[in-house]
């Protein structure tokens, strides 16, 4: 099992083909196998990697360091490690966050493009801005649910992540990564759903895409509108098919989308 260290984590990762290189960040109690139609699909022309962020998927669990800034600086080290450069890094869900904390830490070294894969700059609702997933009440909510049945939250929440019921062999696979992830660790990164990238969007200056889904179970289209008007310059699409997971629910349309995208860098 290929594994990079980290930051004092052991890293799982894939990387496959070769070309100009597009990093994937899954989300939050996730893993790299919702990327699987893109780490493959995308693999003839172009060098896809992905790896699970630590205490998720099949990476270390380590008791320390489930933030969005250790995670960012996880990302760097991976960069680094595997000698990627000028590379187009896709962050679904959690996975842009970790992407906008990169940004935050480091501008945009290393990095040719940003996609946002359905995210809002900011996952909690606050005073003047309404457009988050979470009230506090609603994250309260999930804390409790991840400490007393976590292996149930993750079953509701794949209903609600997706625009259609999902397939046995696809619903399998979203409860087994859901459920890699510790509790405790899940815990740890609900909190850190308080951090806010309004004034880091602003400062991206690398080509960016940003996709939504059109079903709005999990997070409207408006909120993820709102993180590609704060960008400069950057492009949005929609993916009518989809709730929050165009990569599974439409890879060959999201394929198609970002190596266009890709392509014209």
């Known amino acids: 099992m290929p594994v990079v260290q980290c930051n004092g984590a052991g890293l799982y ?52 360091g489930h933030t969005l800034a250790q995670h960012a600086r996880d990302l760097r080290t991976v960069l680094e490690r595997l000698d990627l450069d000028d590379v187009v890094v896709v962050g679904w869900s959690m996975g842009a966050l970790v992407s906008w904390d990169y940004v935050d830490q480091f501008g945009t070294d290393r990095i040719r493009a940003l996609v946002d894969v359905d995210m809002e700059p900011s996952p909690l609702q606050r005073e003047g801005y309404d457009h988050g997933t979470y009230t506090v009440e ?34 399998t696979m979203m409860l087994d990564e859901g459920t890699r992830t510790p509790p405790p660790i899940q815990a740890a990164m609900l909190l850190e759903l308080l ?11 690398v080509p960016t895409l940003v996709c939504a889904g059109a079903d709005e179970k999990w997070r409207t289209v408006a909120a993820v509108r709102y993180a590609a008007d704060l960008v400069p310059d950057a492009r949005f699409e929609r993916f009518e098919g989809s709730g929050h997971c165009p990569t599974v629910e439409e890879p060959e349309r ?3 989308v970002l190596t266009e995208f890709v392509n014209s860098l």
Not at 31 to 52: C, K, M, N
Not at 195 to 205: K, N, T
């Open 195 to 205: 951090r806010d990238y309004r004034d880091v969007l602003p400062d991206v200056d």
């Open 138 to 171: 609603g994250l309260r909510t999930a804390l409790v649910g991840v400490q007393t049945d976590p292996v149930g939250l993750t079953e509701d929440h794949i209903d609600a992540l997706l625009k259609d019921s999902p397939s046995r062999e696809l619903r």
């Open 254 to 256: 999201f394929n198609r």
């Open 13 to 64: 990762y894939e990387d496959l083909g070769d070309g100009r290189p597009i990093v994937f960040l899954h989300g939050m109690a996730a893993g790299l196998r919702y990327f699987e139609p893109q780490l493959t699909g995308l693999s003839d022309e172009h060098r896809t990697v992905a790896f699970d962020f630590r205490g998720q998927g099949r990476s270390e669990k380590t008791e320390l």
